[in-house]
């Protein structure tokens, strides 16, 4: 409940709105003489103020316009017996949130107390989400050392740049690969580096909304504009602006929605859905996909005019299996985030276990490689991940783990590859050695050839 100051000169009506007040436990302070407001102020620090207009000799509206401008969350009601236009006006511009005239209906006052109590429960909720999300995505980093990913930092640095050197319109973004490559991760690292950082960041993920909702999601609705429109309801543009709105899994934004999107992206104002003006907003937009669009486009299933308008600033993200080392990077920042949500001390991969990381192929990315790292962190009893904690299959594929190493420029070792090979087919057959030789397309002897050669024995089936 809100501590309120009463700044009221008639002492009787003073302790009858602190009754009611206190009654329902509100926590109340009076004052009856003007010149000692400013010192009940201090030592009380109220959220609400209730504030007569006329203190003997002070102004109460005066007395307004000093607190509002010492502490502007501070709501103040004024109440007086004088009530007429241009006092409320003189009064509302001074920073009054209401103005009530004498005498009280004490129900109307208590009304009026809970609604502006609930407003700045909501103003201090939202004031501290977003300076909480502020902080978070300005930590975030797209890390790696890989020329592709060095490249989409600098990309990204390169636009921050330009658009605060100039003051410009931000463009469309559109943010491409595959799933779990960390279009999110780099949505928000975009986000904190443009101008428009001290704003929300709103996302939506087109392909979990039903489609019977997405135009109410987007841009808002007004009451009454359709069964279960109970209420006015602002949309996700109205929400993100001043900030960025990521769409993620555009390629799912139902067709008939698309021209919408577009008119929205070219006008720079939506509309609800059953209202008839239009509201601006000034955002950065980023869309994100793993779907091939140009493809869609030909297909009919995404709007050619809207792919263009999206696809001003277009960012690749290169696959995990694409960074080379840049996965051993990633996993150091995943092992160091559970070491502190677990409360593992120097939780880390073991050599064979990072060598098994760098060499697997990753197929779900980044998100596939978090997963993984989570729940190997869940089997440990110690602080060392080993390779058989990663819940990865047993047979990865040999030679494309080699073809990695050539492609990361480093050397392998073909008789290793050779014996990984052979262990694999051996493997699938469950040691039937005719089996294995069928498999890699070579005579029975000569796997057996091989099999001596590598000091390798299996059981004939």
Request: with cysteine; hydrophobic share 45%.
């Amino acid at each position: 409940m809100p501590r309120i100051l009463i700044v009221e000169d008639e002492v009787s009506l003073a302790r009858t709105m602190g009754d009611a007040l206190a009654e329902v436990g509100h926590e109340v302070r009076l004052v009856h003489v003007g010149e000692k407001v400013m010192a009940e102020f201090h030592a009380f620090v109220p959220q609400i103020v209730l504030m007569d207009v006329r203190l003997g000799g002070v102004s109460g509206l005066d007395l307004l316009a000093k607190i509002k401008q010492e502490s502007p969350e501070v709501d103040v009601v004024v109440v007086t017996a004088y009530g007429s236009v241009e006092v409320a006006v003189d009064a509302m511009k001074r920073g009054a949130a209401e103005f009530l005239t004498k005498p009280i209906d004490l129900d109307v006052l208590l009304v009026t107390v809970e609604k502006l109590w609930s407003a700045s429960r909501d103003r201090r909720r939202l004031t501290q989400f977003r300076r909480a999300q502020a902080g978070q995505l300005r930590s975030v980093e797209y890390i790696g050392e890989h020329p592709s990913v060095v490249a989409v930092r600098e990309q990204v640095a390169r636009l921050a740049r330009r658009t605060a050197a100039v003051g410009s319109e931000l463009p469309a973004i559109l943010l491409t690969g595959e799933t779990g490559t960390g279009k999110d991760l780099l949505a928000a690292y975009i986000h904190a580096a443009l101008p428009l950082r001290d704003g929300p960041f709103v996302a939506l993920n087109c392909s979990a909304v039903p489609a019977t909702l997405f135009e109410s999601e987007l841009f808002g609705h007004q009451r009454g504009s359709f069964s279960g429109a109970t209420a006015d309801k602002p949309g996700l543009f109205e929400t993100a602006d001043g900030g960025t709105l990521f769409l993620d899994e555009i390629g799912d934004l139902p067709l008939p929605l698309q021209p919408k999107l577009l008119r929205a992206i070219e006008s720079r104002a939506v509309r609800r859905v059953g209202d008839t003006r239009d509201r601006t907003f000034d955002l950065c937009l980023i869309a994100a996909t793993h779907r091939d669009l140009t493809g869609l486009v030909s297909e009919g299933r995404f709007r050619g005019d809207l792919y263009y308008r999206l696809n001003v600033l277009r960012i690749d993200l290169p696959p995990l299996r694409q960074r080379g080392d840049d996965v051993l990077l990633l996993a150091e920042r995943f092992c160091r985030h559970l070491a502190s949500k677990y409360g593992i001390a120097d939780l880390h991969l073991s050599e064979a276990a990072g060598r098994l990381v760098r060499d697997y192929a990753w197929p779900g990315n980044i998100r596939e490689l978090q997963h993984a790292l989570e729940s190997a962190t869940l089997r440990i009893s110690g602080s060392t991940i080993e390779p058989a904690d990663l819940p990865l299959p047993a047979d990865t594929d040999p030679v494309r783990r080699a073809e990695r190493t050539l492609d990361a420029d480093r050397p392998i070792d073909l008789e290793q590859v050779e014996r990984n090979l052979i262990e694999c087919a051996l493997r699938r057959t469950g040691g039937n050695v005719s089996a294995a030789a069928r498999l890699l397309s070579i005579g029975r002897e000569a796997l057996r050839y091989r099999m001596a050669k590598f000091g390798m024995q299996a059981g004939e089936k």
